[in-house]
């Protein structure tokens, strides 16, 4: 995908496989030449440029121009981290080697190489080896955080090398792994991933109270929110748990001025090596977050070359604003910056729909989802009272179920650490408005559902026909929190854990509108709540997350009075995904071709217009062993068609599945209305866009 993107722009030279060794300095602070080899082709290149940017890893271009440097943790006392790693602990994260099998259907032998670690029992954690895990689910089979990660990498490699045919060595022949024997190993990797080496400085190092107070910044360009996740040094060979990871309660946003060196002026910083300490890297270094601030930095050296800046220059308060606006309208998102466009003919124009959602219900055609864990549905709420939330849950004895009314603390956190009212609701099988009917004798099914919803007809929620013939007990019940928000934020309406209910759920997803339940994420936590077994300067919380697709669905609702919020002026309101509100034009259900409609006073003659869909960004969209069950988003919208004032298509899009689409206008249009056709990407699922944008 990275190498498609970049073929693709004109203006990138691509030198594949070719390692800078030396470069040549104008003076003590800048750079003018940097040379690399290529073994491929046996091709020396001098690259003479105004500005460089280092993205190696190890810093080999920073490290020849002398740029400032650390390498290592800093102790406790310098920035006051008090995460900050103990000396048995060790002061640097290793690098790791992974390894895939296959299985092939057949026997298959294996002989290890004389190198291969003999003693399986010198891994402390041995016995956690399976016969189906590989790849990056071994992530742990690390090495090297005693020694030079640069200039002893070599030696690192090797002895991964040992541990990886070793470990092989034991699943296959140890005869503990009956599944094994038809496995072979497909590949082993030849270059192993560095997780830590030079750090350098920038002028604003970034530490661990940046990333778990979640520190505003005046010139962030990019943001992090990966926990603060250290190794113990001796990786695999060590006693420990193989990480030691904490998290904050929101995200963080990353400073331009750490991505900069402080003394080399027109060296740029990415990836790993940018400005942190070794507590704070440890969250910075995962691979999407150094796309974020690589996305940065590629914007910043534009704007440097045209207005002919170094990079320093870039980060004064009066001139950070058009980084971070430029940045925006790509699609970066940045903390707490809103897109403000003057050019932007959408900003003029009178914005109207064919329809709009309202939150009023949510159907009951789902499943039921047992109360094992707690769940809760993320809702946003307008400034004022608070609805009424009306449930529909099967009750298998008489029991109490706790409902909590919970908030984030901070503005733009998704962390429900706030509670603010408790309703306990005493919850009988057989009592209240259970839905259970004697039934009519000799009566056809249809029959009986329709006797059924005469006698309850004034439930709020109703089962569907399956459910009446499984002949479930329900009850609806309904929540009034009876409270007023004196400003727009989302809520989390909390069912707390109990074996003996279960909730109705929906087959309905709506933009902005999201299950999450307290549970342990398995691949960052044993436990639910983030508790410090002492004071590392992180704060105790519950995990609440969403769970992958297609589970996770939402509860079937009845809200009253509805929940607003999802009208069209979103699509301009500078926000690309849900905040404090959804931020989306989300176009009532029951429409399958919504339409969204610009007049302006006067005709527009358009070259341009952006349009930015929902991909879901709660669902990570792996592609290696998780992987996910959909081709397209289910959310985002893959049809859709542009016209001009006389009703004519100028742009008219099939199988789209992107979050940001560009249309380009040759020639220009002039007209002074457009609108917009959006096809709805599912049934169950109504059309929504965050933004639309207009330029001359």
Same mark, same amino acid.
């Given at each position: 995908?990275?190498?498609?993107?970049?073929?693709? #722009?004109?203006?990138?030279?691509?030198?594949?496989?070719?390692?800078?060794?030396?470069?040549?300095?104008?003076?003590?602070?800048?750079?003018?030449?940097?040379?690399?080899?290529? %073994?491929?082709?046996?091709?020396?290149?001098?690259?003479?440029?105004?500005?460089?940017?280092?993205?190696?890893?190890?810093?080999?271009?920073?490290?020849?121009?002398?740029?400032?440097?650390?390498?290592?943790?800093?102790?406790?006392?310098?920035?006051?981290?008090?995460?900050?790693? %103990?000396?048995?602990?060790?002061?640097?994260?290793?690098?790791?080697?992974?390894?895939?099998?296959?299985?092939?259907?057949?026997?298959?032998?294996?002989?290890?190489?004389?190198?291969?670690?003999?003693?399986?029992?010198?891994?402390?954690?041995?016995?956690?080896?399976?016969?189906?895990?590989?790849?990056?689910?071994?992530?742990?089979?690390?090495?090297?955080?005693?020694?030079?990660?640069?200039?002893?990498?070599?030696?690192?490699?090797?002895?991964?090398?040992?541990?990886?045919?070793?470990?092989?060595?034991?699943?296959?022949?140890?005869?503990?792994?009956?599944?094994?024997?038809?496995?072979?190993?497909?590949?082993?990797?030849?270059?192993?991933?560095?997780?830590?080496?030079?750090?350098?400085?920038?002028?604003?190092?970034?530490?661990?109270?940046?990333?778990?107070?979640?520190?505003?910044?005046?010139?962030?360009?990019?943001?992090?929110?990966?926990?603060?996740?250290?190794?113990?040094?001796?990786?695999?060979?060590?006693?420990?748990?193989?990480?030691?990871?904490?998290?904050?309660?929101?995200?963080?946003?990353?400073?331009?001025?750490?991505?900069?060196?402080?003394?080399?002026?027109?060296?740029?910083?990415?990836?790993?090596?940018?400005?942190?300490?070794?507590?704070?890297?440890?969250?910075?270094?995962?691979?999407?977050?150094?796309?974020?601030?690589?996305? !940065?930095?590629?914007?910043?050296?534009?704007?440097?070359?045209?207005?002919?800046?170094?990079?320093?220059?870039?980060?004064?308060?009066?001139?950070?604003? /058009?980084?971070?606006?430029?940045?925006?309208?790509?699609?970066?998102?940045?903390?707490?910056?809103?897109?403000?466009?003057?050019?932007?003919?959408?900003?003029?124009?009178?914005?109207?729909?064919?329809?709009?959602?309202?939150?009023?219900?949510?159907?009951?055609?789902?499943?039921?989802?047992?109360?094992?864990?707690?769940?809760?549905?993320?809702?946003?709420?307008?400034?004022? !009272?608070?609805?009424?939330?009306?449930?529909?849950?099967?009750?298998?004895?008489? *029991?109490?179920?706790?409902?909590?009314?919970?908030?984030?603390?901070?503005?733009?956190?998704?962390?429900?650490?706030?509670?603010?009212?408790?309703?306990?609701?005493?919850?009988?099988?057989?009592?209240?408005?259970?839905?259970?009917?004697?039934?009519?004798?000799?009566?056809?099914?249809?029959?009986?559902?329709?006797?059924?919803?005469?006698?309850?007809?004034?439930?709020?929620?109703?089962?569907?026909?399956?459910?009446?013939?499984?002949?479930?007990?329900?009850?609806?019940?309904?929540?009034?929190?009876?409270?007023?928000?004196?400003?727009?934020?989302?809520?989390?309406?909390?069912?707390?854990?109990?074996?003996?209910?279960?909730?109705?759920?929906?087959?309905?997803?709506?933009?902005?509108?999201?299950?999450?339940?307290?549970?342990?994420?398995?691949?960052?936590?044993?436990?639910?709540?983030?508790?410090?077994?002492?004071?590392?300067?992180?704060?105790?919380?519950?995990?609440?997350?969403?769970?992958?697709?297609? #589970?996770?669905?939402?509860?079937?609702?009845?809200?009253?009075?509805?929940?607003?919020?999802?009208?069209?002026?979103?699509?301009?309101?500078?926000?690309?995904?849900?905040?404090?509100?959804?931020?989306?034009?989300?176009? !009532?259900? #029951?429409?399958?071709?919504? *339409?969204?409609? /610009?007049?302006?006073?006067?005709?527009?003659?358009?070259?341009?217009?952006?349009?930015?869909?929902?991909?879901?960004?709660?669902?990570?969209?792996?592609?290696?062993?998780?992987?996910?069950?959909?081709?397209?988003?289910?959310?985002?919208?893959?049809?859709?068609?542009?016209?001009?004032?006389?009703?004519?298509?100028?742009?008219?899009?099939?199988?789209?599945?992107?979050?940001?689409?560009?249309?380009?206008?040759?020639?220009?249009?002039?007209?002074?209305?457009?609108?917009?056709?959006?096809?709805?990407?599912?049934?169950?699922?109504?059309?929504?866009?965050?933004?639309?944008?207009?330029? #001359?």
């Amino acid at each position: 995908v990275v190498l498609d993107a970049v073929v693709r #722009e004109a203006n990138i030279r691509l030198l594949l496989n070719t390692a800078v060794f030396a470069l040549e300095k104008h003076d003590p602070h800048s750079i003018r030449s940097v040379r690399g080899f290529c %073994s491929q082709n046996s091709t020396l290149y001098t690259i003479t440029a105004p500005l460089f940017c280092d993205a190696s890893g190890d810093g080999i271009v920073g490290y020849l121009a002398g740029a400032s440097f650390r390498m290592g943790a800093e102790s406790p006392r310098e920035f006051g981290e008090k995460f900050a790693p %103990s000396v048995e602990y060790g002061s640097l994260l290793g690098h790791s080697l992974f390894f895939y099998s296959k299985d092939v259907g057949r026997p298959v032998r294996f002989a290890p190489p004389d190198f291969a670690l003999k003693d399986i029992g010198k891994i402390p954690r041995y016995r956690h080896f399976t016969s189906k895990d590989h790849g990056c689910q071994l992530w742990w089979i690390e090495y090297g955080g005693r020694l030079d990660t640069i200039h002893d990498s070599e030696e690192i490699k090797w002895e991964l090398w040992r541990i990886v045919y070793g470990v092989w060595n034991y699943i296959k022949n140890s005869g503990k792994f009956p599944g094994a024997e038809t496995l072979t190993l497909e590949w082993v990797g030849m270059i192993p991933g560095k997780r830590e080496s030079r750090r350098f400085e920038g002028d604003l190092l970034l530490v661990q109270q940046d990333i778990v107070e979640q520190r505003p910044h005046y010139d962030a360009v990019s943001y992090g929110g990966w926990a603060i996740d250290l190794h113990p040094a001796d990786g695999i060979y060590s006693n420990k748990p193989g990480c030691d990871q904490w998290h904050s309660k929101g995200i963080y946003p990353i400073p331009y001025r750490c991505l900069y060196s402080r003394d080399i002026r027109n060296l740029f910083l990415a990836g790993r090596l940018i400005s942190a300490s070794h507590v704070a890297c440890g969250s910075l270094r995962v691979m999407m977050t150094c796309a974020h601030s690589a996305q !940065a930095v590629g914007m910043a050296a534009a704007l440097c070359v045209r207005d002919r800046l170094l990079a320093r220059d870039l980060s004064d308060r009066d001139r950070v604003g /058009l980084l971070q606006q430029e940045l925006i309208k790509r699609g970066q998102y940045i903390p707490q910056i809103r897109l403000q466009d003057p050019e932007d003919a959408a900003g003029e124009a009178r914005i109207t729909a064919s329809s709009t959602y309202r939150l009023a219900r949510l159907a009951a055609d789902g499943p039921w989802q047992p109360l094992t864990d707690s769940w809760a549905m993320l809702l946003p709420a307008g400034r004022g !009272a608070l609805p009424k939330l009306t449930l529909e849950l099967a009750v298998s004895r008489p *029991t109490r179920l706790v409902c909590e009314l919970r908030v984030s603390d901070k503005k733009g956190n998704f962390t429900p650490d706030q509670t603010l009212k408790i309703l306990t609701v005493p919850l009988d099988p057989v009592g209240g408005k259970s839905g259970v009917v004697s039934r009519k004798r000799g009566a056809s099914a249809e029959e009986q559902y329709h006797l059924y919803t005469h006698q309850n007809g004034s439930m709020d929620i109703l089962p569907d026909r399956a459910s009446f013939a499984s002949n479930v007990p329900t009850q609806a019940v309904c929540l009034d929190f009876g409270l007023s928000l004196d400003e727009a934020q989302y809520v989390f309406v909390c069912l707390r854990e109990n074996p003996a209910v279960s909730v109705r759920c929906s087959n309905q997803r709506v933009t902005g509108i999201l299950a999450l339940t307290a549970q342990a994420h398995r691949g960052v936590s044993a436990n639910r709540v983030q508790k410090p077994r002492r004071d590392i300067g992180v704060d105790t919380m519950e995990f609440w997350i969403p769970q992958r697709w297609p #589970e996770g669905r939402n509860f079937a609702l009845r809200i009253e009075p509805p929940l607003e919020g999802f009208g069209p002026e979103n699509v301009r309101n500078g926000v690309q995904r849900p905040l404090y509100g959804v931020n989306a034009w989300v176009a !009532a259900l #029951e429409e399958s071709a919504p *339409t969204l409609t /610009l007049t302006w006073k006067r005709p527009k003659t358009l070259r341009l217009i952006e349009l930015r869909f929902d991909t879901d960004f709660d669902h990570p969209l792996e592609s290696v062993l998780l992987g996910h069950p959909f081709r397209v988003i289910p959310y985002c919208v893959r049809t859709y068609k542009i016209r001009d004032a006389l009703g004519r298509v100028i742009c008219a899009c099939r199988d789209n599945h992107q979050t940001r689409n560009i249309v380009r206008l040759d020639p220009p249009v002039s007209t002074d209305v457009l609108s917009l056709e959006l096809h709805r990407p599912d049934a169950n699922i109504p059309a929504a866009l965050f933004e639309i944008r207009c330029y #001359e």
